[in-house]
């Protein structure tokens, strides 16, 4: 169900309890950049329409045109407890707000956050609890953007079922370890993809030493397979040496790195191939994912070298080939766990 422009009138006079088979809903708050009437009704007025919806998984909402006005959800009275999958993009909220309403979706299995926040005292009394604020036993698959990813949110966060984490957005000038650790601790024994997104324009790994972080990523994420950075990285040769070697992602079927020379490239690819021979399978053998904005002119020699790594189940990809799906990768690999759970109840 799509809510358009002017059905938001129309909701305000449906009853609680009238969309008994509604299951997925999409609304969109179209905030006027002049105020008066349309402001006044998307971001003020309860809306009851969806209170009884029993059949209720699906939540999308998003904004258009707001000018600094803030949308306050929990003018929303949705069924939060039983959603299992919640989207919030596209708009400017209260934190305090965001984070009632994720405490609220204590079911939610998926969920994705691009918002803009409109700070307040909240954002210290929550750095400050002792407890994590938002704790989602089921959440799998998780994509933040936006402010969510400051600091104090980010250990709001207490997610013990998570295996699909995206992480991106614009306004971050910096990434470490230490920030990310908060959210990526209660996970360590169940994270299988992990992937910084494009747009985050640049990575600092430690300071001076990258390959330190590199390190206590791979190290905090033993079950990791899937590790993607897309944004330029300066990858020091001791960090790739170790995951050559499998001392660190042992698990890694799948790794994003950053502009490496050719025989940079192939040296790490066949000595990882090496290193999972070598140890019988509890290495795993790792596609490539490389920086490049488009795949290399081979010489014979190195074309000979590529040949034989795809022989042996080891693939190059680069950013602009399209053969490469990371999303039904990540997904293909969570309905195959799922599926082997269920059948061994």
Not at 263 to 275: C, I, K, S, T, V
Not at 319 to 326: E, F, G, Q, V
Request: contains cysteine; proline residues 6%.
């Amino acid at each position: 169900m799509d809510v358009a422009l002017m059905t938001f009138s129309k909701l305000l006079s449906i009853p609680p309890g009238s969309l008994g088979a509604l299951v997925d809903v999409n609304l969109c708050f179209l905030v006027s950049r002049f105020g008066g009437e349309l402001r006044s009704l998307a971001i003020n007025t309860p809306i009851t329409a969806f209170q009884m919806a029993p059949r209720l998984r699906c939540v999308t909402l998003s904004s258009m045109y707001h000018d600094g006005g803030a949308v306050d959800l929990q003018c929303l009275r949705l069924p939060w407890p039983q959603l299992t999958t919640l989207k919030l993009y596209d708009m400017e909220l209260a934190p305090d707000c965001c984070i009632a309403i994720l405490r609220a979706c204590v079911a939610l299995e998926s969920c994705s956050i691009s918002v803009a926040f409109i700070f307040n005292p909240a954002i210290n009394e929550i750095h400050a609890r002792a407890e994590p604020a938002v704790i989602l036993p089921a959440l799998h698959t998780l994509y933040l953007s936006g402010d969510i990813l400051h600091a104090p949110f980010l250990a709001a966060f207490h997610l013990p079922s998570l295996r699909f984490l995206e992480l991106s957005g614009d306004h971050i000038e910096r990434w470490s370890v230490g920030i990310l650790t908060p959210i990526l601790t209660p996970t360590a024994h169940t994270l299988q993809v992990l992937s910084i997104g494009e747009t985050t324009p640049y990575i600092s790994f430690n300071g001076d030493t990258p390959d330190q972080d590199v390190h206590a990523l791979l190290e905090l994420l033993p079950h990791l397979t899937v590790c993607l950075v897309k944004t330029a990285v300066c990858w020091k040769r001791s960090a790739l040496n170790a995951i050559r070697d499998g001392k660190c992602g042992v698990r890694l079927e799948t790794l994003r790195i950053g502009e490496l020379y050719t025989e940079e490239l192939l040296d790490f690819a066949e000595g990882r191939l090496r290193a999972a021979r070598e140890s019988a399978g509890a290495i795993s053998v790792v596609t490539v994912l490389h920086g490049m904005y488009e795949p290399p002119l081979w010489n014979d020699s190195e074309t000979a070298r590529v040949q034989a790594l795809y022989k042996a189940g080891v693939t190059i990809y680069f950013d602009l080939d399209s053969t490469y799906d990371i999303e039904s990768s990540g997904s293909d690999s969570l309905s195959d766990e799922t599926s082997e759970s269920e059948g061994s109840d």
